[in-house]
C-alpha cells in the first residue's frame, strides 16, 4: 500500500449524514485542505453511515423549516434567520442550498445506498450526490425511485440499487458505522477520524483539517475497515 512520507497511506474516514449541512460545508472545506496537501493523491477518504435523526418515523416526511421549528421550539422567524445563516455558510463554500424546497426523512435507505456505492468504489461519489439532492435540488431521499436514479447518476447499476433497497443489505454495515463513530467519541456529525489517530468535529476551517492531515501523514496509526 502507498505510504505518505514513508509511514502508511493516511487514511480518512468520515462520518457525515446526507441531509446535514455542515456536514457538506465539512466537505467542502476537508477538499480544500486535500488540493493543498502534497499527498493527497496517496489519501484514502471513506465516508461513513451516521443518522442524526434514527428516530424519525419511516415515511414521514416534512418540510425542514417544520422540523427545526418543532425540534428547536423556535419561530418561523428564528428558523428561517437560521437557515440564512447557514445558506450564506455554504455558499461561501460553492454550495447553493435550497432550503425552501429541502423535506427531511428517514436517511436509513440513503445511507444503504451509499454503501453500496462504497462497494462499487463510488463511496464520495455517491454521498456528494446525495448530499447536493437534497441540500439543493429538493429530492426526497426515501423515495427508492429517486435512489435509484441519483444512484445511476454516479455509476451504480439501477436494477442492483433496486434489489437492494427491496431487501435488508447493508443495513448491517450501517448500524456497525454508527457503532464506530459512537465508540471513537463523535458526539455529532461531521467527524472526521485520520487514521484513528487524529479526531476533528464540525466543519472545521482548512487550516485546522490542512494542520491534522500534515500530523497525521508523520504519525503512525491504525487504518482499519
Given at each position: 500500500m502507498p505510504a505518505v512520507n514513508g509511514?502508511?497511506?493516511?487514511?480518512?474516514?468520515?462520518w457525515?449524514?446526507?441531509?446535514?449541512?455542515w456536514c457538506y460545508i465539512g466537505k467542502r472545506r476537508l477538499d480544500k485542505a486535500l488540493d493543498q496537501f502534497g499527498h493527497a493523491d496517496e489519501v484514502e477518504v471513506v465516508w461513513r453511515s451516521f443518522q442524526l435523526d434514527p428516530a424519525h418515523r419511516?415515511?414521514?416526511r416534512e418540510a425542514v423549516y417544520d422540523a427545526l421549528a418543532r425540534k428547536t421550539?423556535?419561530?418561523?422567524?428564528?428558523?428561517?434567520?437560521?437557515?440564512g445563516q447557514l445558506a450564506q455558510l455554504g455558499?461561501?463554500?460553492?454550495?447553493?442550498?435550497?432550503?425552501?424546497?429541502?423535506?427531511?426523512?428517514?436517511?436509513?435507505?440513503?445511507h444503504?445506498?451509499?454503501?453500496?456505492?462504497r462497494a462499487h468504489g463510488l463511496g464520495t461519489q455517491t454521498h456528494e450526490r446525495l448530499m447536493r439532492a437534497h441540500?439543493?435540488?429538493?429530492?426526497?431521499?426515501?423515495?427508492?425511485?429517486?435512489l435509484v436514479r441519483l444512484g445511476n447518476d454516479v455509476g451504480i447499476p439501477a436494477e442492483e440499487t433496486r434489489t437492494v433497497l427491496a431487501g435488508d443489505a447493508y443495513a448491517a454495515d450501517v448500524l456497525q458505522d454508527t457503532r464506530q463513530a459512537q465508540a471513537l467519541g463523535a458526539g455529532g456529525v461531521p467527524f472526521f477520524a485520520l487514521n484513528r489517530t487524529y479526531g476533528l468535529s464540525g466543519a472545521?476551517?482548512?487550516?485546522?483539517?490542512l494542520s491534522a492531515l500534515h500530523k497525521a501523514a508523520a504519525t503512525p496509526g491504525t487504518a482499519t475497515r
Open positions: 509511514q502508511q497511506r493516511l487514511r480518512i474516514e468520515v457525515s449524514d446526507v441531509v446535514c449541512p419511516e415515511g414521514a421550539g423556535g419561530s418561523p422567524a428564528q428558523v428561517r434567520a437560521m437557515t455558499a461561501a463554500e460553492g454550495l447553493a442550498y435550497d432550503f425552501d424546497r429541502a423535506v427531511l426523512v428517514n436517511t436509513f435507505d440513503a444503504r445506498l451509499n454503501q453500496l456505492g441540500l439543493t435540488e429538493g429530492e426526497i431521499l426515501d423515495d427508492t425511485e429517486t472545521q476551517p482548512v487550516d485546522t483539517f
